[in-house]
């Protein structure tokens, strides 16, 4: 039996920024606005209820969010942590993940992913563009949050070897979409 596909949306902004000192990426500036802002219009056009990932400045990134969720442990372990936070408040059966430092994914990506995502709904689902995957923007059932609590016990911190064991489509984009530009640098935000 097909399970129903209702969404939740995760904008993942709780990293430390060491490739940008220390800035929180969620509040680089992009097209004239914290590159969340923008963001969290795209996926509230998506419907559901939004959430944000973050571990400091809660206060700026409230009003982009239904509510916001952070690392149940200090010092910043990583992506992995702000999707099990995800997935432990998500009350939809799947949540949509995309990472704040990619400013460019627009609706027609993640209505692709999310397709692809409904086709199997029992399965993640990630992005992969050539040879290079991208764990961080994927849809994952809420039904595998023990699979991943089990995993985080045990010492997982890989959101792709953990998305990779559950047997997580694909959806396949050309190596070089622009797309999935990756802000990483001081210098991939000052040129937008």
């Known amino acids: 039996m097909q399970q129903r596909f209702v969404l939740t949306s995760l904008l993942l902004a709780g990293g430390q920024g060491s490739r940008l000192g220390g800035r929180d990426k969620g509040l680089m500036p992009y097209a004239g606005k914290p590159v969340a802002a923008h963001l969290s219009h795209l996926l509230r056009s998506l419907g559901g209820e939004l959430l944000i990932s973050c571990n400091r400045n809660q206060a700026i990134y409230e009003p982009w969010a239904d509510r916001l969720v952070s690392d149940v442990e200090p010092d910043f372990p990583g992506p992995l942590a ?17 990472p704040c430092d990619m400013p460019r994914v627009d609706l027609a990506l993640l209505q692709g992913l999310l397709a ?10 990630m992005v992969r563009a050539g ?3 991208q764990p961080l923007l994927c849809v994952i059932p809420r039904a595998l949050l023990p699979q991943l609590e089990a995993a985080w016990q045990q010492g997982q911190r890989s959101p792709l070897r953990w998305l990779l064991a559950q047997q997580a489509r694909v959806l396949d984009l050309s190596a070089d979409d622009p797309r999935l530009h990756n802000g990483n640098s001081p210098q991939d935000w000052e040129t937008r």
């Open 116 to 125: 692809q995502a409904e086709a199997a709904p029992e399965r993640p689902c």
């Open 131 to 133: 040879e290079r995957w």
């Open 82 to 98: 702000g999707i099990m936070a995800g997935l432990q408040a998500c009350r939809s059966s799947h949540l949509l993940v995309l």
